[in-house]
C-alpha cells in the first residue's frame, strides 16, 4: 500500500494564522501536521509515502529530509490538486493499493485504520454526524455516493467528506487513466484530485463507496474555528494520557 500528502496549497483562508507557512507545518503538541501524518502512515505499514508539494515546497522538503518521496507542482498557483496528482502519477509508479488524503486533516488514528481497512474500491470516508456545519457534502444511498459538492442542501446532505480516500490496486490504473485524460486532452488543471473519481463514476455508472468515521475526531485546518478544536482535541489527549 502507498499513499499520496497533497499539500501544494496556499492556504489563503488561513494566511494570518500561519504566518506565510503551508498548512500542513503547523504544530500541534510538539509536531507538525504533515510529520504526524508521514509518522502514522509508517506506523502502519505504509512506508511507501509522497508528499506533492508546491507553496513553499522547501519547507517541505526541510521537514520530511529524506523520510518521504517529494514531488513538486511548480504551477501551484495556477493549478489545483488534479494537476498535483498528475505530476506525482508522471514521476512514480503508483500502482497498488493507494491511500491519498489532503495534508492538512489531522485525524486520529482509527480514522486511517478506516481507510485502509476498507474492503470496497474507490471508497471516501464520511463523518455522517456532521450535516448543518458541513463543507464538502456528500449524499449517499445504502453505501455509495450519489451526489456530491457544497451546494447541496441539508436535507441532500449525508455527511461531511473527510479528505480521504482509497483506492485499490485495481481501479488505480483506471483512476490515473483519467487523471492524465483530464490534464493532458482536456486541460482541467482547476479540478479537485477527487473529482477524477466522480467523473469516471458518472461515465460508467460506477459506485464510489463511503465509509463512515462518525464519533471519531478529525478535522480539516481550513480556518481559525478548525485550529482552535484541534487544539482542544490535543488537550484533551494530553488530560486523558497523564
Keep these: 500500500m502507498k499513499a499520496i500528502i497533497m499539500v501544494a496549497g496556499v492556504g489563503s483562508r488561513l494566511s494570518k494564522k500561519v504566518k506565510h507557512l503551508p498548512k500542513c ?3 500541534f503538541d510538539g509536531e507538525t501536521i504533515l510529520s504526524r501524518n508521514i509518522r502514522l502512515l509508517k506506523t502502519n505499514g505504509i ?4 508528499v506533492v508539494a508546491g507553496y ?5 522538503q526541510e521537514e520530511v529530509g529524506d523520510n518521504v518521496k517529494v514531488i513538486i507542482n511548480p504551477f ?3 493549478t489545483n490538486s488534479l494537476a498535483s496528482l498528475w505530476f506525482a ?14 495534508g492538512d486533516v489531522v485525524y486520529e488514528e482509527e480514522v486511517l485504520h478506516k481507510a485502509m481497512k476498507a474492503e470496497r474500491s474507490p471508497v471516501m470516508l464520511i463523518d455522517t454526524s456532521v450535516i448543518e456545519n458541513a463543507d464538502y457534502r456528500l449524499k449517499i444511498h445504502s453505501d455509495y455516493i450519489i451526489d456530491q459538492g457544497k451546494d447541496l ?11 480521504f480516500a482509497k483506492i485499490g490496486r485495481d481501479f488505480v490504473p483506471v483512476y490515473l487513466s483519467r487523471v492524465r485524460d483530464l490534464v493532458e486532452k482536456q486541460e482541467r488543471y482547476n479540478m479537485w484530485w477527487e473529482e477524477a473519481l466522480f467523473a469516471i463514476r458518472d461515465e460508467f455508472k460506477m459506485n464510489i463507496y463511503v465509509t463512515d468515521v462518525s464519533g ?7 480556518y481559525v474555528e478548525d485550529i482552535e478544536r484541534i487544539e482542544k482535541w490535543f488537550r484533551k489527549n494530553e488530560t486523558i494520557t497523564e
Design 25 to 27: 507545518l503547523l504544530a
Design 47 to 50: 512506508d511507501e509515502i509522497i
Design 56 to 60: 513553499r515546497a522547501s519547507l517541505i
Design 76 to 78: 501551484f498557483r495556477v
Design 89 to 102: 502519477d508522471k514521476q512514480l509508479d503508483l500502482y497498488d493499493d493507494l491511500i491519498v488524503f489532503n
Design 153 to 163: 442542501s441539508n436535507e441532500q446532505t449525508s455527511g461531511e467528506y473527510v479528505g
Design 216 to 222: 471519531l475526531f478529525w478535522a480539516e485546518a481550513d
